[in-house]
């Protein structure tokens, strides 16, 4: 038998009828989700999460997910069901916004859609433990870090906790925040924090709750979604997966990378696992029927797509406009002309023209540079076709990263090839875009060994690398101080110089002087 229940949002959202288990509900609530926000509180492009553009279907901004939430909890009340709205991490970094107010923003609009709980994404780190402490200590809701150790870094100690309960539509809910332990590789949290396993920090605090009685258990995650569909299959005790940081989209929809929700089997009990995709696209919804044990008994999920037809939080929407008035100037100096918008979504697997772009423009704006690689994740949006801004250069790459160069030997530029190719073609956001090279590899090769053949641009022509041979790089400045695991740019660089240019006015410079015609895919990364 199957229960009915009304249709989420109304005639904008349907969602599946109400799943049952064995165990007998007794109380009845709304999960409300979101991750991977990156400070995109204006509309975004739903394919590349780019400016919005008129021409081009939009999803989003902070007006129009606070009134999608608001609509979400209102019609909860109306069904009779208690409502927790959380966030799964990583609110910063991505827009104009974000260089503006190091998160100030982001934390204005978290506090008027009525955020109750969020886990720390490696992205609320990137400006180091004092400017995290600022929003820390300015939220009104619980900060959940169950595997950080905050106890030798002051600013943080005490600010933080790793679970956190409530009691919502009579059930008592639980939620503990985990941190992918690779942030000190992806991000600038300093040397004081300690990152420790996910799995054995839930563990514990699991313990903790179950102590006190019955509850039903939610983890926060900012680890991937591959990881939480381990974390499911491996922890006893978890109920519900809110997840983030791969940006995977979990939803009825054409372009999802999965169902709403993603049913595991874990242990001693069938774990839901959820996800937003990313930039305020979407909204998650999980309707649960819980029983006096805590079990879940029944279930509905929904993964909206923010579009036009939800109203904006009027509230919100004069929050946004004040807050972009300093960035106006800025953000619409034009700065060249593109044959046709490039993408991001493929800048993980493989070649992609906006990574050729902005290898090439480090490339041009190193001097002596024979080799340039940059990381496809840090490559946060596409650009579109047509008049580009200096605005979408910075949604491109909003990190304020420089040109760093280095000489390194061709042994070690091939392993750091093997490195960005360590975890294959998908979300790894270390794959490596490259400028004067080419290299082929193969995906099913163990990782260390994928490396087919590197040949280097000399003159007019390829040639072989030489292992032995001492090359001039570029690279961005994060990489070249170890970031996204790239250790070897740290520890074998020559004669490193890490305050180049910034990268984004290399990409705008070369984008000004006609060169982003030439950024098409040539095969410089083959796979085979």
């Known amino acids: 038998m199957m229960l009915s229940r009304r249709l989420l949002l109304g005639a904008v959202l349907s969602a599946p009828a109400l799943r049952l288990s064995l165990a007998q509900p007794a109380h009845r609530l709304r999960l409300v989700h979101v991750n991977d926000f990156h400070s995109r509180h204006e509309p975004v492009v739903r394919a590349t999460g780019a400016a919005c553009r008129a021409d081009e279907p939009c ?67 990137d ?23 905050t106890r030798a870094e002051p600013l943080l100690d005490g600010w933080t906790q790793p679970w956190w309960e409530t009691r919502r539509g009579g059930a008592r809910i639980a939620f503990i925040g985990v941190t992918t332990p690779e942030t000190p590789l992806l991000s600038s949290p300093g040397h004081r924090l300690r990152f420790t396993d996910p799995a054995e920090a839930a563990t514990r605090a699991i313990a903790e709750i179950r102590a006190t009685g019955p509850a039903t258990i939610v983890l926060l995650s900012h680890l991937g979604y591959g990881v939480d569909r381990r974390m499911a299959a491996e922890v006893a005790g978890l109920d519900i997966i809110v997840g983030g940081h791969t940006h995977t989209l979990l939803a009825n929809e054409p372009d999802a990378d999965g169902p709403v929700p993603v049913l595991v089997d874990g242990p001693d009990r ?90 090439e423009a480090m490339l041009a704006r190193a001097t002596g540079a024979e080799i340039a690689i940059t990381n496809g994740g840090g490559l946060r949006a596409g650009l579109p076709g047509g008049q580009v801004t200096y605005g979408d250069v910075l949604t491109t790459l909003p990190f304020g990263n420089t040109v760093a160069t280095m000489g390194l030997r061709g042994a070690d530029l091939v392993a750091a090839l093997e490195h960005g190719l360590s975890q294959g073609a998908g979300t790894a956001g270390r794959f490596p875009q490259v400028a004067g090279i080419r290299f082929v590899w193969d995906p099913a090769a163990p990782a260390g060994s994928r490396v087919r053949s590197v040949d280097v641009a000399q003159g ?11 090359y001039r790089v570029a690279t961005n400045d994060f990489m070249r101080r170890g ?31 006609g060169g982003g015609a030439a950024a098409r895919p040539d095969g410089r990364i083959t796979a085979r």
């Not at 910063?92 to 994404?121: D, I, N, P």
């Not at 007019?460 to 690398?465: D, E, N, T």
């Not at 290399?506 to 000004?512: L, Y």
Request: charged share 20%.
């Open 59 to 125: 999803l989003g901004g902070s007006a129009r997910l606070a009134g999608a939430i608001g609509m979400a909890k209102a019609q909860a009340a109306t069904a009779g069901r208690g409502v927790v709205a959380v966030d799964a991490g990583d609110e910063f970094m991505g827009s104009l916004f974000y260089t503006q107010y190091r998160g100030a923003a982001e934390l204005a609009v978290m506090k008027a859609w009525g955020c109750e709980a969020m886990t720390l994404g490696n992205h609320e780190f």
């Open 483 to 513: 970031g996204d695991g790239y250790v070897m740019f740290r520890d074998r660089a020559l004669d490193p110089y890490d305050g180049g240019v910034l990268i984004e006015e290399a990409v705008a410079e070369v984008i000004a002087a």
């Open 127 to 149: 400006n180091g433990p004092e400017n995290l402490a600022t929003f820390i200590k300015d939220a009104n809701f619980p900060i959940l870090a169950a595997n950080i150790d």
């Open 460 to 470: 007019g022509a390829f040639m072989p690398l030489d292992p032995g041979r001492v």
């Open 270 to 359: 069938q774990v839901r696992i959820v996800q937003t995709g990313a930039y305020g696209r979407f909204l998650g919804m999980l309707d649960l029927d819980v029983a006096a044990d805590g079990r879940i008994a029944a279930f509905g999920g929904a993964c909206a797509p923010i579009g036009a037809a939800f109203p904006e939080d009027a509230r919100v929407a004069a929050m946004v406009t004040e807050l972009a008035r300093p960035l106006a100037e800025t953000r619409r100096r034009p700065v060249g002309m593109l044959p046709a918008a490039m993408g991001n979504a493929d800048c993980r697997r493989g070649e992609c023209a906006l990574g050729n772009l902005v290898a």
